[in-house]
Structures are given as C-alpha cells and as structure tokens.
C-alpha cells in the first residue's frame, strides 16, 4: 500500500475534536501514514472576555506544544511528526502571529479562513451568498497568502458551500483565488472532511470541495495536495475518501503534492 502524508490534524484543545496525539498517531501508522502534521485551530489574543467557539485558548498553547513535541519523539523513525496551527487571516493579529511563531518553534501554518477579519463577530465566509462576499473572502484569503505566513490554503473552496449554483460570479472569484495561489506558489488543499460531510448531504448546496471549482484550479495550474483534516483518529481508517480524492485530482491532469518542505 503506498504511504500517505496528512499535515491537516486536529486535537481536542478546539473544542470539537476527540483524541490524544498519541492515538492520531497510533492510527496514523496502522494506516501507512508516513508524515503527520498537527495543525489544531490556533490561539488569538481577543479582545477580553470573548471566547472563540471553535479555537483553542491562549493558555493551551504550551501544553500543545509539549504534546505534538513528545509525540514526534515517541514515533521517531516510525512516523514524522510535525508541529504547525490551521489560523485564519484576521489582520489584526499578525504580528502576534508571527512572534507566537518564533517563540514556540512551530513548523507551520495553513491558513482556514472561517470567517472576516475576525470569529468575535466577523461573517462565516461558509455563508457567502452574494457576489460582494464572495470577493471578500478572495480578498482576505488572498491578503493572507501574502503574508508568507502560510504554507498551504485549507479547503479554499469553503465560501461555495451555501452556494447553490456555479455561476459566474463564483466562477469569477474562484478563477482569481485560483490565480492568487498560482502566482504565489500556495498549494490548495483538497478536504477530505468536507468530502465526507457534503457527499452525504444530498441538499441543494454545492457544499465543498466543489467539483467545478476544482476545474477552474486544474485549467490555472495550481498545485494541490490532499488533507484529511481528522478532528478524531478514526478519520485515518478511510483509505476509501483518500482514494477516491487521488482518482479525482488525477483525472483533472493535477500537479499533487505528497511533502511540504518545512
Ligand atoms: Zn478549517
Ligand atoms: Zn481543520
């Protein structure tokens, strides 16, 4: 069975994962993973007294750290482990972002734009509807990406996912997000979560990753690489999903990347 690459995981310091370090990577190994990157949702300094839903807190951090750090050295030579964050792009807070890097040594980042500018009462760009929110969220993601802070682009197709049809106005913004992480060099990520949500619901929403979007990524040329995004350790038994999403990229003719030089 050839080996897997996953730098898309998550712990249950957000609040909505389940399992240790120890247990992804238990499971990580049993299923021919070869590189496992732990990238939980990051800390913010909000403001005081907001607390994020879905993010893990400031006082966290370190016991993030010790843990992904103590688990990269229990699999060496069986697993390599890898320490980054999935952080949105809220402008506010970069230069913090930034120092938190330096200071803890993370490897690191991909960037999950959830919402605008930020999650204490930013719109959730997994709304977008209209035309204007849609060239928001190419805006932000694309200001992000300039940062250089981020290594790959996490389900970049999240603002299509109440959308119902593929039409120009989203096919626009998707070709410009698309050329963004072209002339940037920003692999795009191609979600496995949302693949195993949105197949099952059989709604009118195109959901995501959206076929057509990942058209207009395969005629700009733009890298791809596959991320599980597990938010509980069985995630990594569906060889299944991973099979098909290689199939998939394959038959759009896509360049996939298997390893991220950290
Ligand atoms: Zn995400
Ligand atoms: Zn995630």
């Known amino acids: 069975m050839p080996m897997k690459n996953n730098y898309h995981t998550h712990t249950p310091r957000c609040k909505h994962a389940s399992g240790t370090e120890f247990e992804y990577c238990e499971k990580a190994v049993e299923n021919h993973y ?6 939980d949702h990051c800390a913010w300094p909000y403001r005081e007294g907001f607390v994020s839903t879905f993010h893990m807190d400031i006082s966290q951090i370190d016991d993030y750290v010790s843990s992904v750090m103590a688990a990269r050295q229990q699999y060496e030579g069986r697993l390599e482990v890898h320490l980054g964050w999935e952080c949105e792009y809220y402008p506010e807070y970069m230069n913090w972002l930034r120092e938190t890097k330096e200071k803890y040594g993370f490897e690191y980042f991909i960037l999950g734009n959830h919402f605008d500018t930020t999650d204490d009462g930013g719109m959730y760009f997994g709304s977008c509807t209209t035309p204007e929110q849609f060239k928001k969220y190419v805006k932000m993601c694309t200001a992000g990406l300039e940062t250089g802070l981020y290594k790959y ?3 970049p197709d999240l603002f299509l996912r109440s959308c119902t049809t593929y039409d120009k106005p989203l096919r626009d913004a998707s070709r410009e997000l698309c050329r963004a992480c ?3 060099g920003i692999p795009m990520e191609y979600n496995l979560l949302g693949y195993i949500i949105y197949k099952k619901e059989s709604g009118e929403h195109l959901g995501y990753p959206c076929r ?3 058209e207009t990524a395969a005629e700009e ?3 791809c690489i596959i991320g599980t995004d597990a938010h509980s350790p069985d995630r990594f038994d569906d060889q299944k999903s991973w099979d098909e999403a290689v199939v998939f990229l394959n038959s759009l003719g896509m360049n996939r990347l298997t390893r991220l030089d950290l």
Do not use: N
């Open 34 to 39: 070869s590189i496992l990157g732990f990238t």
């Open 221 to 223: 040329g733009v890298d």
């Open 153 to 155: 682009f996490a389900h």
């Open 182 to 184: 072209k002339a940037l």
């Open 212 to 214: 057509a979007f990942w």
